[in-house]
């Protein structure tokens, strides 16, 4: 009886000082669970007060958090990982943001006056490189095709300036949109050929003279007149309802035989704006946003994912 009742009293004290061990494990290790924006109102005193934190919804690299003349460094030096950053960062070009957590410490460093740096212990949920990659190739797959889709606009309006071009130039010999650049100068030195009829860009019209300013600042003239006439007083009557302001055709002895009605590099200006604006971004730049791509697309008439 007294040895059961010692093996019960020992089983009793193995089972209690193994709820004690189990306790002692589970024991909270103190860190502080927060958003990115608590995190960036904090006071920085409180912060290091803090002393443990976990970052919720992180996602950018944060070598350094400015707080007015204060900053907060942040300390990835304890992770081995070559292309933590690339992980870590939120594109300007990516949809959604994809948010990570980081754990770590709080330091305060007086010897230079008092910084801070948060030394970076784990990261949970973090994208693999492979993840970065297939998004990039995706966003440059619809970057390619908003260059097709620009480009071909643009011959598209070209083609039906020069449509409307060449129905007011039927009987001559018709030197259209992509000669407007020599058209202008031929126009600008009173040397159209007879039987020859022009493209002339952005025509301004002031009284009997057509007004261009001289874009050669070495010409020693800032603004060209030039006399002109048109075939008919209909003709004029219609350019001047136009707000004195349009592309037309001209033939030789510089006279107006009709407009297109509209400036075509005004209506293609966007367009190639857009195609140089793809090409000279940064990939990985602020430039190159998402809604920016999204509101391009939609412009050229691409259907969007």
Not at 149 to 168: F, L, P, T, V, Y
Not at 207 to 213: L, N, R, S
Not at 224 to 240: I, S, T
Request: net charge neutral; glycine share 6%.
């Amino acid at each position: 009886m007294r040895l059961k009742k010692i093996l019960v009293l020992g089983f009793c004290s193995f089972m209690l000082l193994s709820q004690f061990i189990f306790a002692a494990g589970q024991k909270k290790d103190n860190y502080v669970e927060m958003s990115i924006e608590e995190f960036n109102s904090m006071d920085l005193y409180e912060l290091y007060k803090k002393k443990k934190i976990t970052l919720n919804d992180f996602y950018s690299g944060g070598v350094r958090l400015h707080r007015g003349d204060k900053e907060i460094k942040f300390d990835y030096s304890n992770l081995k990982d070559e292309k933590l950053y690339e992980r870590i960062e939120h594109y300007s070009w990516e949809k959604d943001i994809v948010t990570c957590k980081v754990k770590g410490k709080m330091k305060s460093d007086d010897n230079y006056g008092k910084q801070y740096s948060f030394i970076v212990e784990n990261i949970e949920n973090l994208r693999s490189i492979e993840d970065v990659e297939n998004a990039r190739q995706t966003m440059l797959a619809r970057i390619e095709k908003i260059k097709e889709n620009a480009a071909k606009k643009i011959e598209s309006i070209i083609n039906e300036s020069d449509r409307i071009g060449s129905e007011i130039a039927k009987g001559y010999i018709y030197h259209g949109y992509n000669d407007n650049s020599r058209n202008k100068k031929l126009f600008l030195n009173n040397a159209l050929e007879k039987g020859n009829a022009y493209y002339i860009p952005s025509f301004k019209l002031d009284g009997i003279y057509a007004i261009y300013k001289n874009q050669d600042i070495f010409a020693g003239k800032e603004v060209q007149f030039v006399y002109v006439n048109f075939a008919n007083q209909k003709l004029k009557a219609e350019y001047v309802d136009l707000d004195n302001k349009t592309d037309v055709i001209v033939t030789a002895d510089n006279i107006v035989i009709g407009n297109i009605g509209y400036i075509t590099s005004s209506k293609i200006y966007d367009f190639r704006n857009t195609e140089n604006w793809i090409i000279r971004s940064n990939f990985d730049s602020d430039g190159l946003s998402y809604k920016k791509i999204c509101e391009v697309e939609k412009e050229l008439g691409i259907e969007q994912e």
